[in-house]
Nanobody, 122 residues
């Protein structure tokens, strides 16, 4: 599975952005999917996750209520809607896919996408 993230860019505090992660090579419909981010000088951290049926979602406390993860298995695409952005959201965002949610949540997925940079200015 190859994962291609897109949608990053420059935003102002309070703005919204939507990230996309398109998979190729294999359908992602059976995979748990997640978004991670890595700010300069910090470790990669979990942001949000979703199971294969979209029936369960998980969020880090820092983004809960502002970010929404979703997926369209027919389009082999994962999304992250980011609202009310603030400077602390500045990071490179990575999508990930894995057969086991525990591995995805622990930043040990089967597949990583390349990152997309989100920069939020005040």
């Amino acid at each position: 599975v190859q994962l291609q993230a897109s949608g990053g860019g420059l935003a102002q505090a309070g703005d919204s952005l939507r990230l996309s992660c398109t998979a190729s090579g294999r359908t992602i419909s059976s995979y748990y999917m997640g978004w991670f981010r890595q700010a300069p000088g910090r470790e990669r951290e979990f942001v949000a996750g979703i199971n294969w049926a979209s029936s369960t979602t998980y969020y880090d406390d820092s983004v809960s209520g502002r970010f929404t993860i979703s997926r369209d298995n027919a389009k082999n695409t994962l999304y992250l809607q980011m609202n009310s952005l603030n400077r602390e959201d500045t990071a490179v965002y990575y999508c990930a896919a894995g057969a086991a949610y525990s591995a995805v949540a622990a930043a040990r997925p089967d597949y990583w996408g390349q990152g997309t940079l989100v920069t939020v200015s005040s």
